[in-house]
């Protein structure tokens, strides 16, 4: 391999450390994988700005012990490691941000062996209100009045979405690893992998999933749809895929990002960005949450209520 295109050495070796820890830690989302990403940067920004004791460069252990979490913590909650400026300045983090960052903190420690410190034990932002059971109910109407008339793609992947969602409470990164595979030839059944949130430890599970009338209705829909957008694409068997061309998003060299085409596999940031969109654009605000989460969440507290 030329020298052009060798890998960056991490600076410190308690940062190359940090990246085996973090290429070796499974049962996390994408959303997780993000978070930790960004306190990754951040350590590493602590660690070029001298703000953490000198052991801290030199091993993992002292990365994540006390000594160097208590200055971290402080100059990360100020803003001071910020990736991107915010209007021109590194404002404070959020709360919900500082949260996150000392979740992450515990699962890393936990993934090094070292004792939890439990950080974020206490303060954790509460969690936003879910629907009621009579909104749910509400909703699979109007999905279900959609689906007996003519509905553009965009609407038709997010009615299919919802469906699913109802049904199974799947998480956004559950969704998106969804195949077509997973569907039994009837749509009568899913099977959905579940990828636990939290922790690094827990195992990733599978359950096969009945389907509802509307969830096979809707997916029938959206199959159909599905199938004219990936021809112009690789084929894919992800379930969830874009509708429209777009671009990779990374620059090469030039400054130039490469064109993709409709039918490409949807991620999960694409999947939630549909959801916040198309609550909007589709007038649905009186009947879906502000939060994907916040719908599954109530999906699954219906399920949980149903009798075994």
Not at 67 to 78: I, N, V
Not at 285 to 303: T, V
Request: glycine residues 8%; contains cysteine; positive net charge.
């Amino acid at each position: 391999m030329s020298d052009n295109h060798r890998v960056p050495t991490p600076p410190y070796p308690s940062l190359a450390a940090l990246d085996a820890l973090l290429g070796a830690m499974s049962g996390t989302g994408e959303a997780r994988r993000r978070q930790l990403s960004m306190v990754r940067r951040e350590l590493e920004s602590a660690l070029r700005q001298d703000a953490l004791p000198a052991p801290a460069r030199g091993s993992l252990r002292h990365l994540l012990g006390e000594q160097a979490l208590a200055p971290y913590l402080r100059r990360a909650e100020s803003g001071a490691l910020r990736h991107r400026l915010v209007a021109g300045r590194r404002p404070p983090t959020s709360e919900h941000t500082n949260q996150t960052r000392l979740v992450c903190l515990d699962l890393l420690r936990e993934a090094a062996g070292l004792p939890s410190l439990r950080l974020a034990a206490t303060g954790a932002p509460a969690l936003r209100p879910v629907p009621e059971h009579a909104e749910l109910s509400a909703l699979r109407r109007q999905l279900d009045q959609d689906l007996a008339g003519p509905l553009s793609p965009g609407r038709t992947r997010l009615t299919a979405v919802l469906a699913l969602v109802l049904d199974t409470a799947a998480r956004s990164g559950e969704l998106t690893g969804l195949r077509t595979t997973h569907l039994t030839g009837d749509r009568g059944s899913v099977y959905v992998e579940r990828r636990p949130q939290h922790g690094t430890t827990a195992p990733v599970t599978g359950e096969w999933l009945p389907l509802s009338p509307l969830a096979r209705a809707a997916l029938g829909r959206w199959l159909a749809v599905r199938g004219e957008l990936v021809a112009f694409a690789h084929g894919t068997s992800r379930l969830w895929v874009s509708l429209r061309p777009n671009h990779a998003g990374l620059p090469d060299e030039n400054g130039n990002t490469a064109g993709r085409p409709a039918g490409m596999p949807l991620e999960e940031n694409g999947l939630i960005t549909s959801y916040r969109r198309g609550r909007a654009r589709y007038g649905l605000q009186h009947l879906l949450p502000e939060k994907l989460e916040q719908l599954r969440r109530a999906a699954e507290q219906q399920r949980e209520a149903r009798p075994a």
